[in-house]
């Protein structure tokens, strides 16, 4: 079975010691990092910390880190057979190129009132609502770790989405838990390389068998 140094093992499968994918290393502490990272800094334009005016810095970190690499993060977690972290990753890597195509190359060419794009783009951040409530489902048979960063998550996602079809009150509360989201993401990731480093428990993230 997956050992208690992942946090995002899946227990419904073996992780595979012989052939295909038995020599790739654990992808999610990237995936995870990829995501914090990524999530702190636009958190801290949404919470008000950093003005509107650089939320456009974001950019390279939502197209390589929290892009690309989780996105890779996530085909690797296919390879290890690990269905939840394969989904996961694969989803908030899309998510995040595509919030860099939306940003840099969309919203401003579009020709349409502004309150109609601010409401486009709440749909768009309830569709990331409605994703992550249900893998916050499955990620109560992951780890309480995960579980903390998929709760987080989903209220963060949910009053970025209030905020978008109502006030920037909401947006900037959607802000403060993005970055306790950020910081609970750190914290799996830094404690999966680091009981895999040491190979024993030195930061639990107490798995759900």
């Given at each position: 079975?997956?050992?208690?140094t992942d946090p995002i093992?899946?227990?419904?499968?073996?992780?595979?010691?012989?052939?295909?994918?038995?020599?790739?290393?654990?992808?999610?502490?990237?995936?995870?990092?990829?995501?914090?990272?990524?999530?702190?800094?636009?958190?801290?334009?949404?919470?008000?910390?950093?003005?509107?005016?650089?939320?456009?810095?974001?950019?390279?970190?939502?197209?390589?880190?929290?892009?690309?690499?989780?996105?890779?993060?996530?085909?690797?977690?296919?390879?290890?057979?690990?269905?939840?972290?394969?989904?996961?990753?694969?989803?908030?890597?899309?998510?995040?190129?595509?919030?860099?195509?939306?940003?840099?190359?969309?919203?401003?060419?579009?020709?349409?009132?502004?309150?109609?794009?601010?409401?486009?783009?709440?749909?768009?951040?309830?569709?990331?609502?409605?994703?992550?409530?249900?893998?916050?489902?499955?990620?109560?048979?992951?780890?309480?770790?995960?579980?903390?960063?998929?709760?987080?998550?989903?209220?963060?996602?949910?009053?970025?989405?209030?905020?978008?079809?109502?006030?920037?009150?909401?947006?900037?509360?959607?802000?403060?838990?993005?970055?306790?989201?950020?910081?609970?993401?750190?914290?799996?990731?830094?404690?999966?390389?680091?009981?895999?480093?040491?190979?024993?428990?030195?930061?639990?993230?107490?798995?759900?068998?």
């Open positions: 079975m997956a050992t208690t093992g899946d227990r419904s499968l073996d992780v595979p010691r012989f052939g295909f994918g038995a020599g790739v290393a654990d992808p999610g502490p990237l995936g995870l990092a990829g995501f914090a990272g990524t999530t702190f800094f636009l958190s801290t334009v949404n919470a008000g910390l950093l003005p509107e005016s650089v939320t456009a810095v974001v950019l390279g970190l939502a197209l390589f880190y929290g892009g690309l690499a989780q996105l890779l993060a996530g085909m690797w977690e296919f390879v290890k057979g690990n269905t939840f972290g394969a989904v996961a990753f694969s989803s908030f890597g899309g998510f995040w190129l595509s919030y860099w195509f939306l940003v840099a190359h969309v919203v401003g060419g579009l020709k349409a009132p502004a309150g109609d794009v601010t409401n486009a783009i709440g749909v768009f951040l309830l569709i990331w609502t409605i994703f992550t409530a249900y893998m916050t489902v499955a990620a109560t048979r992951v780890s309480l770790a995960v579980l903390a960063v998929f709760v987080a998550l989903t209220l963060t996602f949910l009053f970025l989405t209030l905020g978008a079809f109502s006030s920037s009150g909401m947006t900037k509360v959607g802000g403060w838990l993005g970055l306790i989201t950020a910081v609970l993401a750190w914290y799996a990731s830094f404690a999966a390389v680091t009981n895999a480093t040491f190979k024993r428990i030195v930061l639990p993230v107490f798995p759900r068998v």
